[in-house]
């Protein structure tokens, strides 16, 4: 995955936030479960679930100009 070399395109920038943005949303969703506002974790996960595919659309529209990784960005199996 990591090369060394990092490719500073849009989709492979998207693909880098993926994680980041994923465990930003876990801390917050648990964090507000952990406030008294009425709502649980248990409420809250769909909320993950629309995170990542709006991480995946951005992805997806991104430009790949000035990839510089082998193969085609944002593809998995590759
Ligand atoms: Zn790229």
Known sequence: MSN???CR???CMCSGL???VVLITLGVLFLVGKMNV???FGDLWPVLLIVIGLVKIAQAMAS???HTG???PGQPGQ
């Open 18 to 20: 993926m994680g980041p």
């Open 9 to 11: 395109c849009a989709r």
């Open 4 to 6: 060394g070399m990092r």
């Open 70 to 72: 082998p193969g085609q």
């Open 64 to 66: 790949t100009e000035g």
């Open 38 to 40: 009425g709502y649980g």
